[in-house]
C-alpha cells in the first residue's frame, strides 16, 4: 500500500513539473529540467528562504484558483 501511495505522489509532482510548462520549456531534457530543480532547491535554501517560499506558494495556488475557475465555467 506505501508503495502504491508512493508511486501517486511522484506521478502527481511529475503532473505539476508538465503543467508548469518546464517539459516544453526544456524540450523534455532531463538534465536541464534536473538543473532547474536543483536551483530552485537552492533558491529555498538562501537567506531569504521564507520570502521565496510564500511567494511560489502564492503563486501556486493563484494558479490552482484559476485553473478551477476554468474548469467551472466550462
Known amino acids: 500500500m506505501q508503495r502504491r501511495e ?3 505522489h511522484l506521478i502527481e509532482l511529475g503532473g505539476l513539473v ?4 518546464l517539459v516544453e520549456l526544456t524540450d523534455d531534457d532531463r ?5 532547474a530543480l536543483l536551483d530552485l532547491a537552492g533558491r529555498a535554501r538562501g537567506d ?3 520570502d521565496v517560499l510564500a511567494l511560489w506558494k502564492r503563486r501556486g495556488k493563484r494558479a490552482f484558483d484559476a485553473e478551477g475557475e476554468g474548469s467551472e465555467a466550462q
Open 6 to 8: 508512493r508511486t501517486r
Open 31 to 35: 538534465a536541464t529540467l534536473y538543473g
Open 48 to 50: 531569504d528562504a521564507d
Open 18 to 21: 508538465q503543467k508548469a510548462g
